[in-house]
Nanobody, 123 residues
Framework: QVQLVESGGGLVHTGESLRLSCAAS????????MGWFRQAPGKEREFVAA????????FYGDSVKGRFYTSRDKGENTGYLHMNYLVPEDTAVYYC????????????????WGRGTQVTVSS
């Protein structure tokens, strides 16, 4: 079992930055991928970013490429989502997930999910 806890959400203005954290506990993430997804009100959950825990390979959704990046600290067992140049369309609940997905941008294969953290971007 892996427990994931997100933190770092909040209210920011357009153009500002936030860093989300996802602290993992329980089983090692050594063979896992950590993904970030978001869900805005009335919309389906959307892939944001993912990182392969060991190799460090990263993947990004089209809507965040060039603005967001993901990283991880193996020693702290924590993943991060660095969000820059935020816009109101980025407003959503952000979730981290861990698992061994075949496709990093698909929810299938992510076995463990955090409860989410709210990010609100005002214009």
């Amino acid at each position: 079992q892996v427990q994931l806890v997100e933190s770092g959400g909040g209210l920011v203005h357009t153009g500002e930055s936030l860093r989300l954290s996802c602290a993992a506990s329980g089983r090692s993430l050594s063979s896992a991928t950590m993904g970030w997804f978001r869900q805005a009100p009335g919309k389906e959950r959307e892939f944001v970013a993912a990182i392969m825990w060991n190799a460090g390979n990263t993947f990004y959704g089209d809507s965040v490429k060039g603005r967001f990046y993901t990283s991880r600290d193996k020693g702290e067992n924590t993943g991060y989502l660095h969000m820059n140049y935020l816009v109101p369309e980025d407003t959503a609940v952000y979730y981290c997930a861990a698992g061994d997905p075949y496709y990093a941008d698909s929810e299938d294969g992510y076995d463990y999910w955090g409860r989410g953290t709210q990010v609100t971007v005002s214009s």
